[in-house]
């Protein structure tokens, strides 16, 4: 049997490690476009920085390959998938055949139209290398701005301001990390980066970019100039699908899989970042670009894969981390609607803010600001309540007793 798994990140690396706990003499080709061992996106903000080390991102330790037994292909990308002829085509033209593939080749920072040229001092920031470039930029950068104040966004401001620099965050909409916060929660959080000396622009779109000699110079909004040696792009990713687009591969927004991460076409699977797959809150698929997504589903892809069963249970959008010392945690589903409506525990005056979205009695969401004690206790029985039959939901009963 021939494994064959493109992309070293979460997805692929909990794939294989699902296979060899049930095949361990079957053959394992691991492709990346990337020439690392398995590293963590998430602190390339602060490595960006040099808040931490190279050998810091490794998640897995520098043997993982030979652990596995994993045959690798590193620095080389996959330009074509043809399931037909169950082949790969790398980059180099090898082709390799495989008896199951993997897709789990992540996502990729969006470009916004105005900064499609290449420019010095305009970065995304998603890969080691990606930080590597802006490390080198820094020493001359005195004034940075920042478009997007999403997570990635913050995470990127809080490393920069270690380094004495003016930062500006532009949003478009009104306020900080529209998928995770509302207004009342965006603005604890905008006070304490105001209070650390960063500059926050909600509601301001950037509409071209200041150049000097393919310099970067500045930012224009509609309304305003913002002078910059840096600007760091930070509005979403999409998946890495070029490979597969002209296959029958059914493809959305993602990679369209079932309960077992399965395609379409029987011996190809997909996890993580690229994949479509299912969602707790509304019963459909939906793209979940999260670390803990592409752990689990690429262990329920090894495991199918291999011969074994086991379903994804659906994701649950789920954040939980730290600015600035405040700590947040927002899961599930946090929008008002018609049959949704909202119940406030405790009010940003009293220190912390605390938020329950509710539908027919039934907990769907939350968010939790500075007192977040509770909510890892909500979030499991949130996610126990799938088993009960209760969708992406908890018996109101249950998040009462919570607070008794
Ligand atoms: C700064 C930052 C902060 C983040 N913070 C959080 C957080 O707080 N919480 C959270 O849950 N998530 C966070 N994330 C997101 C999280 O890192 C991703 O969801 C996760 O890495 C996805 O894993 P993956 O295995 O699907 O893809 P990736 O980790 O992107 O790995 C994909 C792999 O595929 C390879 N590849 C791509 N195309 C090809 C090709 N054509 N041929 C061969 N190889 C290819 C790539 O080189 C890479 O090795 C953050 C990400 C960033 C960048």
């Keep these: 049997m021939v494994y064959l798994i493109i992309g070293n990140g979460p997805a692929g690396i909990s794939a294989i490690e699902s296979i060899r706990q049930i095949d361990d003499q079957g053959s394992i080709i691991l492709i990346s476009k990337e020439n690392n061992q398995p590293y963590s996106r998430i602190m390339t903000p602060e490595y960006m920085t040099g808040e931490v080390e190279e050998e810091d991102l490794f998640f897995k330790g520098t043997d993982v390959y030979a652990n596995y037994n994993v045959e ?119 006070e304490l980066l105001i209070r650390s ?95 803990p997504c592409a752990i689990q589903q690429g262990k329920v892809a090894g495991t199918n894969m291999a011969g074994g069963q086991e379903i994804f249970q659906g994701s649950i959008p789920m954040n939980s981390f730290q600015i600035f010392g405040l700590s947040v945690v927002s899961f599930g589903q946090i929008e008002v609607t018609e049959d949704v409506e909202e119940k406030i525990i405790s009010y940003p005056a009293s220190g912390a803010y605390q938020k329950l979205f509710l539908k027919e009695g039934k907990l769907l969401g939350i968010i939790f600001v500075g007192d977040i004690q509770q909510a890892g206790l909500l979030f499991h029985k949130h996610g126990k309540s799938l088993q009960q039959g209760y969708f992406g939901t908890i018996p109101l009963v249950e998040v009462e007793n919570v607070y008794v």
């Design 197 to 291: 000396g960063i500059k926050v622009l909600l509601d301001t779109e950037v509409v071209s970019l200041e150049t000097d000699n393919q310099e970067i110079k500045g930012v224009l909004t509609k309304e305003t100039k913002i002078p910059a040696d840096m600007v760091l792009l930070s509005i979403g990713v999409r998946p890495n699908l070029e490979m597969v687009h002209h296959t029958s591969l059914e493809i959305d927004r993602g990679l369209l899989v079932n309960e077992y991460q399965q395609t379409n076409i029987r011996d190809i699977y997909v996890a993580g970042d690229v994949a479509q797959a299912l969602c707790r809150i509304t019963g459909g698929c939906n793209v979940r670009p999260l670390w």
């Design 72 to 190: 690798t292909r590193l620095g080389k990308m996959v330009e074509k998938v043809l399931p037909e002829q169950s082949m790969v085509v790398l980059d180099d033209g090898e082709k390799i055949s495989y008896d199951k593939l993997l897709i789990a080749s992540g996502s990729r920072p969006i470009v916004p139209s105005f900064a499609k040229e290449d420019i010095k001092g305009v970065f995304t920031l998603w890969d080691k290398i990606d930080s590597e470039r802006v490390n080198n930029h820094l020493p001359r950068v005195k004034k940075a701005v920042i478009v997007g104040g999403g997570l990635v966004g913050l995470q990127m401001a809080r490393s920069l301001t270690a380094y004495g620099i003016d930062i500006t965050i532009i949003e478009k909409m009104n306020r900080l990390m529209p998928l995770q916060l509302d207004e009342t929660a965006s603005d604890m959080v905008k």
